[in-house]
């Protein structure tokens, strides 16, 4: 599908400026007043700018509601951004819309399926809205889900029947099915056991080695980002506080006690003082 | 071509989906066709009583058929009208929305894959509620014109195809009440509409509002067809009245819905949870 649309020459993902804010609702609104009848809204991506190279693996991390899905959702065309733009290896996801959906592909911290369906259903359906034919998504898609440790009878039971990390990684061979050049990860580890994270995160690490793949991961496991990621924006409050390597990163903070401090110590030190606020509140 | 191909493809996605998802809630859907044929059979009852209740000499046959196209009909329309209004409520509530927007599928797709459904599966549903009635009456259908029927039918889709695509806006930006909203079209149709009888008896003032329903129109025409045997050539200024308003009704239905995705967009409603 990817393959039809110009990728070359370009950046993966420009973020230029972004900015989205809501309107929170506490009653009736009348859906055409944009301002929320007098309501202060709240700023969940503000003034965001990064750029991801072709091939690398970007994690964004950040405390919730410090904006990752949002910034996510605006890449993936699910939400209009207030400000800025963003670019998709050259294709603005507001004016080429349909090229820049070509080539993305997203993982959610929910595993979305029709869950009365089987896994196979839910992925022949999904693959067919991306062009891709019932046979060839059928043979791909027992590769992958065999490959990311589900059982051959899984694949045919409703998915309502199947436990959380196992629907996840259905979740992430829908994703990978289309051949995504730019897969958005939204915590796609979160809630899953550690065995069942660990196959994810080892399919992760073969997707980048093997496959022409750009990925930005959202996540809340600092070790998951230290291992896969080549660079990482620490995003708080709707803003990036920092953006480095991982080792770039550790190199901000001191070392204590003797120890080389880890990316958690980093995510403390640059969010943690507004826990510390809330708790003096 | 190439990307006509994908469209059609990703048109029948919805189909397989939707069909897949009546075989797998097999239990709801006899529930609700043992209701549906009950409800039918209810109404139908009504004619067959007719003459009892009054105690005067009535057309049974008449007065059955009437209420019984009625029943038929009415009951099409809103399996149409609800499977394109609900999909939005639908794939909300499987939480599989934000997957179906992000696909590289236009809009367009998205309805026909949808509609072509909800018209197999009104017309399926239509017809087994029409032959277990049968079995219960003795229906006189030697002067009908059967096939100006389904054409009445075929062309009244295209309008309550459009109606259910306006209608499905409302799960949209309303997301915990929006399905339920939905109701309050069909209840207003239905009341208009001349369903189970004629306009003629509805005050003066509401009979104008019948004339803007598409229901109608398709009632007109499936009676004069089955009651009357009116032919085919009879029926083309209703066929045309209701091609011209499906042909407006679905650009328009197109139109609404896109607005209100890029409200939803903007506003961030095609989250589950609204």
Same mark, same amino acid.
């Given at each position: ?10 950046? !993966? ?75 998709? #290896? ?23 399926? #029709? ?21 060839? !998504? ?17 694949? #045919? ?17 829908? !994703? ?26 080892? #399919? ?28 990482? !924006? ?48 | ?11 029948? /996605? ?33 004619? %067959? ?28 329309? %809103? ?64 002067? /009908? ?103 407006? %009704?679905?650009?328009?239905?197109? %139109?609404?819905?896109?607005? /209100? ?14």
């Amino acid at each position: 599908m990817s393959a039809m649309i110009s990728t070359t020459g370009h950046m !993966a993902l420009e973020i230029s400026g972004v900015t989205k804010q809501f309107v929170k609702s506490d009653g009736f609104r009348w859906p055409w007043k944009r301002d929320g009848n007098g309501r202060k809204p709240v700023v969940a991506v503000d003034h965001v700018s990064l750029h991801v190279q072709r091939g690398e693996v970007f994690g964004i991390l950040g405390p919730n509601g410090s904006g990752k899905s949002t910034l996510v959702r605006c890449i993936a065309t699910l939400l209009l951004p207030d400000e800025g733009c963003i670019s998709v #290896f050259g294709h603005d996801v507001l004016r080429e819309e349909m090229a820049v959906k070509r080539l993305i592909n997203r993982v959610s911290v929910e595993a979305s399926f #029709f869950k009365k369906l089987t896994p196979m259903e839910n992925l022949i359906y999904g693959a067919r809205l991306y062009g891709v034919g019932a046979r060839q !998504a059928r043979e791909r898609a027992l590769e992958v889900l065999q490959r990311l440790g589900l059982k051959r009878e899984a694949i #045919f039971r409703p998915m309502e029947e199947m436990s959380r990390g196992m629907q996840q990684k259905v979740a992430i061979a829908r !994703a990978f099915l289309t051949q995504p050049i730019l897969l958005l990860l939204d915590e796609p580890t979160t809630g899953l056991d550690p065995r069942s994270k660990r196959e994810v995160q080892a #399919f992760l690490e073969e997707l980048r080695d093997t496959h022409d793949a750009t990925i930005l991961l959202t996540t809340h496991d600092m070790q998951e980002a230290d291992a896969l990621c080549d660079r990482i !924006a620490i995003l708080d409050e709707g803003q990036i506080v920092a953006l480095d390597t991982p080792a770039g990163l550790k190199a901000l903070v001191p070392r204590s006690n003797g120890h080389e401090p880890t990316l958690e110590d980093v995510f403390m030190e640059l969010t943690g003082k507004r826990l510390v606020k809330e708790v003096d509140e | 071509m190439t990307q006509l191909v994908n469209e059609i493809c990703a048109s029948y /996605a919805f189909v397989e989906r939707n069909f897949n998802l009546v075989k797998r809630y097999w239990g709801w859907e006899v529930v609700w066709l043992a209701y549906s044929i009950a409800n039918a059979l209810s109404i139908t009852f009504i004619g %067959a009583g007719a003459e009892a209740v009054t105690g005067q000499a009535i057309d049974t046959n008449h007065m059955i058929l009437y209420l019984l196209v009625g029943t038929l009909v009415w009951h099409y329309l %809103a399996v149409v009208f609800d499977n394109v209004s609900e999909m939005i409520a639908w794939e909300r509530w499987e939480g599989t929305i934000e997957y179906t927007f992000m696909a590289p599928i236009s809009r367009f797709t998205h309805m026909v894959g949808q509609t072509l459904f909800s018209v197999v599966y009104g017309l399926l549903h239509t017809g087994i509620i029409l032959g277990v009635v049968a079995l219960f009456f003795q229906l006189d259908l030697s002067r /009908a014109n059967l096939f100006g029927g389904v054409l009445t039918l075929v062309a009244g889709s295209l309008s309550f195809i459009g109606l259910g695509i306006v209608a499905s806006v409302l799960p949209l930006l309303f997301p915990e009440r929006g399905a339920q909203m939905t109701h309050v079209i069909q209840a207003l149709l239905l009341l208009v509409s001349g369903v189970y009888f004629p306009v003629s008896v509805l005050p003066e003032w509401m009979q104008p509002l019948a004339r803007l329903s598409p229901a109608t129109y398709v009632l007109e025409g499936m009676r004069s067809a089955l009651l009357d045997g009116a032919s085919s050539g009879t029926l083309l200024s209703t066929l045309s009245r209701l091609v011209l308003i499906g042909v407006i %009704a679905i650009p328009v239905g197109l %139109a609404v819905f896109r607005q /209100a995705e890029k409200y939803a967009k903007c506003t961030g409603k095609l989250k589950r949870s609204g």
